[in-house]
């Protein structure tokens, strides 16, 4: 994929995210992807995302991303393949498959169980040992609340996974 070869229906440019991707700094990438996705969605000046959010980034700018993922990471990281997990998984088996998951801590006050998330400090940047999906982190890392981390993921990931059937 070259510089010329996509183009944002909303004016985003992809062109960083394309330069680190091929020189192989994951790290840089994920962190561009998340901004990519506040920017696509109109949410640049608040810095976080739910799903109503997520709805509002066009199809053609999810399709983009996950392409540069895809291509750069031998078909190894992207919204795609997180797609494909997600669809045969619940949201914890997901986060765990996914590397996204430390455990689940035990919040008594309400009776929920909260995910143990990684930070991004605890991310695996090399394509050799992150579990397939790993990246983009995006849901774990730009989504508010843990509560609004699922919805988030949903619906981003049916509206890529049905855009791109």
């Known amino acids: 994929m070259?510089?010329?070869?996509?183009v944002s229906t909303i004016a985003v440019d992809y062109t960083t995210l394309l330069d680190l991707l091929k020189?192989?700094?994951?790290?840089?990438?994920?962190k561009e992807t998340m901004t990519l996705c506040l920017k696509a969605a109109g949410q640049e000046k608040i810095g976080w995302l739910n799903a109503e959010h997520a709805s509002k980034i066009p199809s053609e700018d999810l399709h983009l991303m996950n392409q540069l993922w895809q291509d750069y990471s031998n078909r190894h990281f992207g919204f795609s393949v997180q797609s494909l997990i997600w669809q045969s998984k619940t949201w914890r088996t997901a986060c765990k498959e996914l590397g996204w998951s430390r455990g689940y801590s035990h919040r008594s006050n309400r009776?929920?169980?909260?995910?143990?998330?990684s930070d991004e400090s605890q991310l695996t940047f090399n394509v050799l040992e992150a579990p397939a999906g790993h990246l983009p982190s995006t849901a774990i890392h730009i989504a508010l609340?843990?509560?609004?981390?699922?919805?988030?993921?949903?619906?981003?990931?049916?509206?890529?996974?049905?855009?791109?059937?």
Do not use: C, I, W
Request: aromatic letters at 20%; proline letters at 2%; a negative charge.
């Open 111 to 117: 009776g929920y169980f909260y995910s143990t998330f």
């Open 145 to 165: 609340q843990e509560r609004t981390r699922q919805p988030f993921m949903d619906t981003l990931l049916r509206r890529f996974h049905v855009s791109h059937v």
């Open 2 to 6: 070259d510089k010329n070869d996509f």
């Open 23 to 30: 020189a192989e700094n994951f790290e840089d990438a994920n």
